[in-house]
């Protein structure tokens, strides 16, 4: 018996409107930049789901890699005149693909090591605990994220900072959102994970993200950035007089933060007070702006194509006359470091921003 996938009687109208489509957001596509195959463009890759979808080819490893080649950075979905929701499609195909078996092993190694991931941030979550401000009582909760926390512990720390400054204690969420498990298909792991962090953060008054893809998928339980609420207070900041010390300080564009969340005035104000100056720009900008390659899970299934990507980025950032390229993104952050480019994150800027002077 053919196997098929679920997906039509759901998403009927989002993969037609692709599969009738000339293939006019191919360039849109930094997979399929990166990787220049027909079958790795939004075309291709919402095709073959939904050839598998209606039974007329049978799913294989092959046909669904290709659902995880796919960083979400939404920007098919700028190009299209019917903002058609490629990443979301492709997500429900890679949980359907998950369900065949079919799903790469490196996605699936994801899943396997979540909960020692989760460990991993709740140890990580304990020392950041020990910070001036920190308080389990308090009224602002605040959710650093997995990336930041165990991989970027410094911004993690001038989060609570910054946040400590702007509103008071913070209290710390104990948890992960769940989206590296959304991401690899595993959709029940993912509404556990998030069902037991929404109920750390039920009925807070104030409940901070600092990781703009936590973010999007709390958007639903009161989250809000911390660029956006900190952009409410731009009183707060001030000039960071090191920052003159660049030729350059260009903003690029996080796309969770840009075209997913559309917060792309925010990040740009808050830098301006910082440099007093509206910073630099990149070629390509809001929701023209070039993917990192660090979404959608694409660093682990494919490292060399997401390292592509990186590059692509990196070399914007050249072709305008370099200088500090400033993100606001733990993945992003992690794909555009110690590659000869020197990359800061925006948290950390705000840190230094929001320090009582002398004066």
Avoid at 182 to 196: E, I, P
Wanted: proline share 5%; glycine share 10%; with cysteine.
């Amino acid at each position: 018996m053919k196997r098929t996938l679920a997906l039509l009687d759901q998403s009927r109208a989002a993969l037609e409107t692709c599969g009738y489509c000339p293939k006019l957001c191919r360039a849109a596509c930094p997979v399929s930049e990166a990787e220049p195959r027909d079958s790795l463009t939004p075309w291709g890759k919402m095709s073959l789901a939904w050839f598998a979808a209606r039974g007329d080819v049978e799913p294989d490893r092959d046909l669904a890699a290709t659902a995880w080649a796919c960083t979400g950075c939404f920007s098919c979905r700028e190009h299209c005149d019917h903002r058609n929701e490629v990443a979301h499609t492709l997500g429900a195909a890679r949980a359907e693909f998950r369900a065949l078996g079919l799903a790469p092993a490196a996605s699936e190694a994801v899943i396997a090591g979540f909960e020692a991931q989760r460990h991993a941030t709740a140890e990580a979550l304990a020392a950041l605990a020990r910070e001036p401000g920190v308080q389990a009582t308090a009224d602002t909760a605040l959710l650093v994220g997995c990336g930041y926390a165990t991989r970027h512990p410094a911004q993690a720390r001038s989060a609570i900072a910054v946040t400590t400054r702007l509103f008071g204690a913070v209290r710390l969420v104990d948890g992960c959102c769940g989206l590296p498990l959304l991401l690899a298909g595993d959709r029940a792991g993912f509404a556990q994970s998030l069902s037991r962090l929404s109920e750390q953060v039920r009925g807070a008054p104030r409940f901070v993200v600092l990781d703009p893809g936590c973010a999007l998928v709390l958007a639903e339980h009161g989250a809000k950035t911390l660029v956006e609420l900190a952009a409410t207070r731009l009183d707060a900041f001030h000039r960071v007089p090191r920052l003159a010390e660049y030729p350059a300080v260009r903003w690029q564009d996080p796309c969770k933060l840009g075209r997913g969340l559309g917060i792309y005035d925010a990040p740009r104000q808050l830098l301006s007070r910082a440099l007093g100056r509206a910073p630099e720009e990149l070629a390509r900008i809001r929701g023209e702006a070039l993917c990192s390659g660090g979404g959608g899970l694409l660093p682990q299934t494919m490292p060399e194509v997401a390292a592509r990507i990186a590059e692509r980025r990196l070399d914007e950032h050249r072709q305008v006359g370099g200088g500090l390229l400033v993100t606001g993104c733990a993945s992003s952050l992690e794909s555009l470091q110690n590659r000869g480019v020197e990359v800061a994150d925006l948290v950390s800027i705000l840190d230094e921003a929001s320090r009582p002077t002398d004066g």
